[in-house]
Structures are given as structure tokens and as C-alpha cells.
């Protein structure tokens, strides 16, 4: 379910529907990384990633764009006072240290790990994206302030770190109608056109 078809006057989804794309994003650079990692030779390993170069470049910016996506959804959410969340998969689980493991790896693999290997296997330099980092930091900030979600129950639970805009009301329709165009075309980096809107 997602927001291209949900409708309620008191309620609210915990996810407007960026699910479809979480499965391409969630863990693969991580396993892409691991499985490149366990080849022996080097000119294989020079000959590999030269192949899953464009494919990490693009995991990272769809691993941004969810992150961003998932801020600009809670700062939505949060401006929809008193209203029910519903289908929140984080209520009543555990949270702790390792939850922010996925983060923290990505933050790790944007900052250094990927322009490092670039350079080693490529010969060549790609400097992170520093809005990128900005993203994972102010995310990481977010899902600790909310203790990843396990007590959200309704738009007022959700907290927001003082660091993020306020946006205004054309603003706040604004992140709407650019997230609904996200889901609706399965593109998450539509997202970024909105990113100044709360950073």
C-alpha cells in the first residue's frame, strides 16, 4: 500500500510507499562489496570492479534518496498533528547498537571506502558527494531520536532533530507532491529536487 492509493482522514502511512525500491537498495552495496571482495586475484578484482562501478554509484544514490525520503516523509508526518500511523513494521521490536550498522557502513563507504578503491582499481577519483554525508548524518540523528521507530504510533511520537528546517505550508505540499511523484514512478531521486527544503 502507499499513498497513490490510501486515503483516510485520520490516518497516516508509516511508509508512503518507498518499499519497492528498498529492496533494490537495502544491503546491496554492502553485498556487492563482500562478494568483491572474496576474489583472489587482483586483475580479476581490477576487471570486477570496473563492472560494478556504475552499479555502487548507483546504489549509493538510491541509498541517499531513501534516506532523504525517509526525513522528508517523518517532517510530512510530523506537520499532520494527532493522526494515527499505520503499518509501522518498527512497533514493538527491539533497538539498539546495530541498527545503525547500515548507516554507519554506507557513511564509511561514501566518506573513504569507494573513492580509495576507485583509485586503487580505476586509476581515477571520485569524491563523495557531500550531501550525502549530510543526509546519513542528520538520518542517523533521526532514527536515534525516535529509538528506530518501535513507539510511533501516531504523527505526534515523531521527533525531529532540531538540525532539520521547519519547512512552511507551500513547502510541506511541496515535499507531498514530490514524494507522491517518487512512488508513483519508482524513482527516489526525485527526492533530491526537495532536499533544501528541510537541510
Not at 47 to 65: G, T, V
Not at 130 to 158: A, H, M, R
Request: proline share 4%; aromatic share 16%.
Amino acid at each position: 500500500m502507499s499513498i497513490l492509493d490510501f486515503k483516510s482522514e485520520d490516518k497516516m502511512l508509516f511508509d508512503p510507499g518507498y518499499s519497492a525500491s528498498v529492496a533494490r537498495v537495502s544491503g546491496n552495496i554492502e553485498y556487492m562489496y563482500s562478494a568483491f571482495l572474496s576474489i583472489p586475484s587482483l586483475k580479476q578484482k581490477r576487471f570486477q570492479f570496473s563492472i560494478l562501478y556504475p552499479k555502487f554509484i548507483k546504489a549509493i544514490d538510491l541509498n541517499a534518496a531513501f534516506y532523504l525520503g525517509c526525513m522528508l516523509w517523518g517532517v510530512y508526518l510530523k506537520s499532520n498533528k494527532g493522526k494515527e500511523i499505520v503499518n509501522n513494521p518498527c512497533l514493538d521490536t527491539e533497538f539498539n547498537d546495530d541498527s545503525f550498522y547500515e548507516t554507519d557502513f554506507l557513511y564509511n563507504f561514501i566518506k573513504e571506502g569507494f573513492n580509495r578503491d576507485v583509485k586503487y582499481y580505476l586509476n581515477k577519483t571520485h569524491p563523495h558527494n557531500p550531501l550525502y554525508l549530510t543526509i546519513l548524518e542528520k538520518y542517523k540523528e533521526f532514527l536515534s531520536l525516535n529509538k528506530g521507530f518501535i513507539n510511533v504510533k501516531k504523527t505526534d511520537d515523531i521527533i525531529l532533530p532540531e538540525s532539520l528546517k521547519v519547512p512552511s505550508n507551500s513547502d510541506l505540499e511541496l515535499i507531498y507532491n514530490t514524494i507522491f511523484k517518487a512512488v508513483k514512478e519508482d524513482n527516489l531521486e526525485i527526492l533530491f529536487e526537495v532536499s533544501d527544503k528541510i537541510l
